[in-house]
């Protein structure tokens, strides 16, 4: 998707809608004595379109995780609201939040810790159907060879009755995946889908999930750290920092023109085998995030900033400038 097809988005290409979202979590002394909150999430509006897939990249700790889940309906929003095909997750009860959890799949980091050591893969890919009301047997069975074929577990009669030790790294998050994809959802949130992988799968993975996405018109959104991929399985980049999105653009224009000085500084962390960005790779600012429980003053990256302005990034939290169309970043540098 282009700067200007975005430009011409409507409301009916939006799928998802953040709206000033914030996620704390309330920190307890002795179980009951209130000593602070931890901003996982502290202030952020976006949307994600139909069709497209996103990527959410950031260091550990950044809230990307946390955001994920508010997403899934696993954690309530302290402020804000999320809108999911024009319904606000708030306003759902108990059964249109379990009719929502259908419309929504979800990739977990360590395929291994997310399916259940004591379920074959047919019982794995039948307990979601099942959950969500489809008591023909026979359909089930269905949609589990459907699932299994798209996800190149071939043939799927191989796989059915084998538990998650049996399979390898790569042959679990397929598993994953496909659970994922049982219901037929319209979003699947992917959450570092593989970082636990060996290298050698993880190209294998990643465009496996690029052409489900594309073949069934998903929303996907990658939450990720790494940088150095997303140039080919992502349309648009969230850059994520201390519970807030610090820059935001179509993932060529970020990667090639980045704005903000923390995407930047993410940029030359990269690993590269070229001796002459030695120096390049040497401007990484230092430190570490800053603390979710008392974040600074102003823009929070100020205390790492190497070209921070005194009296003005320490004071005054940045709004979203547009340094280039269709390109957003949340610095005082892009002010005039």
Same mark, same amino acid.
């Given at each position: 998707?282009?700067?200007?097809?975005?430009?011409?988005?409507?409301?009916?290409?939006?799928?998802?809608?953040?709206?000033?979202?914030?996620?704390?979590?309330?920190?307890?002394?002795?179980?009951?004595?209130?000593?602070?909150?931890? +901003?996982? &999430?502290?202030?952020?509006? $976006?949307? =994600?379109?139909?069709?497209?897939?996103? %990527?959410?990249?950031?260091? *550990?700790?950044?809230?990307?995780?946390?955001?994920?889940?508010?997403?899934?309906?696993?954690?309530?929003?302290?402020?804000?609201?999320?809108?999911?095909?024009?319904?606000?997750?708030?306003?759902?009860?108990?059964?249109?939040?379990?009719?929502?959890?259908?419309?929504?799949?979800?990739?977990?980091?360590?395929?291994?810790?997310?399916?259940?050591?004591?379920?074959?893969?047919?019982?794995?890919?039948?307990?979601?159907?099942?959950?969500?009301?489809?008591?023909?047997?026979?359909?089930?069975?269905?949609?589990?060879?459907?699932?299994?074929?798209?996800?190149?577990?071939?043939?799927?009669?191989?796989?059915?009755g084998k538990f998650?030790?049996?399979l390898s790294g790569?042959?679990?998050? +397929?598993? &994953?995946?496909?659970?994922? $994809?049982? =219901?037929?959802?319209?979003?699947?949130? %992917?959450?570092?889908?593989? *970082?636990?992988?060996?290298?050698?799968?993880?190209?294998?993975?990643?465009?496996?999930?690029?052409?489900?996405?594309?073949?069934?018109?998903?929303?996907?959104?990658?939450?990720?750290?790494?940088?150095?991929?997303?140039?080919?399985?992502?349309?648009?980049?969230?850059?994520?920092?201390?519970?807030?999105?610090?820059?935001?653009?179509?993932?060529?224009?970020?990667?090639?023109?980045?704005?903000?000085?923390?995407?930047?500084?993410?940029?030359a962390a990269l690993?590269?085998?070229?001796?002459?960005?030695?120096?390049?790779?040497?401007?990484?600012?230092?430190?570490?995030?800053?603390?979710?429980?008392?974040?600074?003053?102003?823009?929070?990256?100020?205390?790492?900033?190497?070209?921070?302005?005194?009296?003005?990034?320490?004071?005054?939290?940045?709004?979203?400038?547009?340094?280039?169309?269709?390109?957003?970043?949340?610095?005082?540098?892009?002010?005039?």
């Amino acid at each position: 998707m282009t700067a200007m097809q975005a430009d011409r988005m409507t409301g009916e290409d939006v799928l998802l809608s953040v709206q000033d979202l914030q996620v704390w979590f309330e920190l307890r002394q002795w179980g009951f004595l209130r000593v602070g909150s931890v +901003r996982a &999430v502290d202030g952020i509006t $976006l949307d =994600l379109r139909r069709g497209e897939a996103v %990527a959410f990249v950031g260091e *550990s700790g950044c809230g990307k995780s946390s955001l994920a889940k508010t997403l899934l309906g696993l954690h309530r929003p302290t402020r804000g609201q999320v809108v999911f095909d024009g319904q606000s997750l708030g306003a759902l009860d108990r059964a249109g939040l379990k009719d929502y959890r259908a419309r929504v799949g979800y990739v977990q980091q360590d395929p291994y810790g997310a399916l259940p050591p004591f379920m074959d893969v047919r019982r794995l890919l039948h307990e979601p159907l099942i959950i969500h009301g489809i008591r023909d047997r026979a359909e089930r069975e269905r949609r589990v060879h459907q699932v299994l074929e798209e996800v190149r577990l071939t043939p799927p009669a191989e796989y059915l009755g084998k538990f998650p030790h049996q399979l390898s790294g790569g042959q679990q998050q +397929r598993v &994953v995946i496909a659970r994922a $994809l049982i =219901l037929n959802p319209q979003l699947i949130i %992917a959450d570092e889908p593989v *970082s636990m992988l060996d290298a050698s799968v993880r190209v294998e993975v990643l465009n496996l999930l690029r052409r489900i996405q594309q073949e069934h018109n998903l929303t996907l959104a990658f939450i990720t750290h790494d940088l150095s991929t997303v140039r080919h399985y992502a349309e648009r980049i969230f850059v994520m920092y201390a519970g807030r999105v610090v820059e935001q653009a179509q993932v060529d224009a970020l990667l090639d023109h980045p704005q903000h000085p923390y995407t930047q500084a993410l940029l030359a962390a990269l690993s590269d085998p070229d001796a002459a960005n030695a120096r390049r790779q040497a401007e990484i600012p230092p430190g570490e995030p800053p603390s979710l429980i008392n974040p600074p003053a102003g823009c929070r990256f100020h205390p790492r900033c190497p070209r921070v302005m005194a009296g003005i990034c320490d004071v005054d939290e940045p709004p979203d400038f547009e340094p280039r169309s269709g390109h957003r970043s949340a610095c005082w540098l892009h002010r005039h």
